[in-house]
């Protein structure tokens, strides 16, 4: 079994910064790819922020120059750190690794439960 678990979500000011955690625990094997997804209330879970094996991080439009993914592989860990943040910012963040168990063939995609982050003043 996989597990993942975020942290650092809260509310934060328009123009603050916070900054999410996620780790991974379990018979991990390898990962391929992490990442943070994101959902506001009344709109579909979108793609934030990801961090491959073979190529750069990449980001959503709406973040790009304001937020940052980074990963510890020692520590099967990804972080976002998020600058500059904005109202409509406001959702629910997941993290999401692509990663295959000890003893399986085939990478899959598992999810943490969720960090809300609100901005608002």
């Known amino acids: 079994q996989v597990q993942l678990v975020e942290s650092g979500g809260g509310l934060a000011q328009p123009g603050g910064s916070l900054r999410l955690a996620c780790a991974a625990s379990g018979s991990i094997f390898s990962i391929d790819a992490m990442g943070w997804f994101r959902q506001a209330p009344g709109n579909q879970c979108e793609l934030v922020a990801r961090?491959?094996?073979?190529?750069?991080?990449i980001y959503a439009d709406s973040v790009k120059g304001r937020f940052t993914i980074s990963r510890d592989n020692a520590k099967n860990m990804v972080y976002l750190q998020m600058n500059s943040l904005k109202p409509e910012d406001t959702a629910v963040y997941y993290c999401n690794m692509f990663a295959t168990r000890i003893g399986q063939l085939a990478a899959m995609h598992y999810w943490g439960e969720g960090t809300l982050v609100t901005v608002s003043s």
């Open positions: 961090i491959t094996n073979d190529v750069g991080p």
